[in-house]
């Protein structure tokens, strides 16, 4: 055969195998186009909130989605099949992108009545602390005079948050300087642009522990512990009732899980780089501290039943159930010097109708009841008082003011307190907890150490109605 024959040969050969090729392929490209259409799409879930609402949610330096929330909506898609897609920008405008429809579901914020006119809310999620904040400039400065708007100094809010219409409604008279979001906020603090701002307690901890700036900010002034909820537009109701219907899942010990799986992960961002250093050495002044220690084996049992001993007496003066100090205590600051003092102001408070949530729910809940008002009343009075359980559901307190009208006002604010944080915490809502608190208050010392003054104003307090504050002077 020619050579010529031979390569005509190989050409038709090569144009066959190229030709079965490209057929293969178009075969291939075709069954992978009908398989992808075949298989089911998983729906798209937007998601939107802050952009710097630290450690709830954030960008990273990489600009990536992080946070408490949002490892709850990964875990939501995960679980339900859902795409999740996070919108994430000032407060403001994540709560505008629900209510555009450019985001399907707000990650997570509170209720209120004004949002409520333009939102529904799903799921709670949970419970988040809500303080105010002075920097060291104004050590001494009293935070009633502040939020009274007595003082030239304005308070620091994140912009279109919840705690811009809380201050509205509650401290009208209040300055307040608004931020497009925490970290503008946090950084204006920071920089001591501002002196004072509210802000979630576990956010300014967040930024305020994780900074090496000197400029302090310390809570004054506890406001409100609300639920945080998903978040849907007005009328809205078939997303709301699909979202909510595969929640079944959160339960207390999953929330849990995914708090501390997002802590440890994040454990960098939390905390600064420098520690693991700071750790070592620490460490290792310990070994040398633990060293020279086995020498003195003597002193060291000494010390630990002096310990044990200081726990003793710290039990033998403090309440078992709701850790207060107990009335064994009280009596003994009554007996003491603190009656001395001018302007003394000793309150006496128990919970009204209080058998009736025994009877009604169980003795468990009363018990839950009664921390419940120890813990509030704890939160809203200054370190320097002295607050105990000197009854079964009676509490006292021993602390000094500096008028009887500022005696008064936080004899109301206590009742207030008590009475609208039960709302949100306990499943009857018809049925209030309060408090009748009497307040007798000795502008030149107590003359004796009994509280049946105190005691008697509790109880016109009863007479007038029930959760107030009754005050009594005895000059």
Known sequence: MSHSG????LIRHIIVVLGASVLLSISLALNAEQNQQSKPQSPVLKVANSHAWRPFSYLDDNQQPKGILIDFWKEFGKRNGYQIEFVLTDWQDSIDAVRNGEADVHAGLLQSPERLAFMDFGTPLFSIDTQVFFSQALTGVSA??????????????????????????????????????????LDAALSEEIQAFVADLQVANYYLYTTTNQNLFVPVRHLYTEMLYAGFAKGNTALLNQIDNKFAWLDEDTKRQLLNRWVYYDVETVYPVYLLPTLFVFGVIIAISYIMLLKRTVKQKTRALQAANDLLQDQAITDSLTLLHNRRY???????????????????FDIDDFKAFNDGFGHAHGDEVICFVAQTARSLLTNDAVVARIGGEEFA?????????????QGKLLCNEI????????????????????VAYYPNGMPHSEIVDADKAMYQAKKQGKNRAVLNVFD
Do not use: W
């Open 330 to 348: 009280f009596y003994q600051c009554l007996y003491g010097q603190m009656r001395d003092i001018k302007g003394i102001t000793l309150m006496v």
């Open 144 to 185: 009633d005079y502040v939020l009274a708007g007595d003082t030239d100094h304005t308070v620091g809010v994140v912009q279109g948050g919840y705690e811009e219409e809380f201050m509205r409604t509650q401290f009208p008279n209040v300055t307040l300087q608004l931020f497009r979001n925490n970290q503008a906020m």
């Open 419 to 438: 009475s609208r944080q039960s709302l949100g915490l306990f499943n009857h809502p018809s049925m209030p907890v309060t408090v009748s608190l009497g």
């Open 6 to 9: 031979v390569l005509c040969v």
């Open 397 to 409: 307190v021993l602390q000094y003011f500096s008028s009887a009208e500022r005696a008064l006002a």
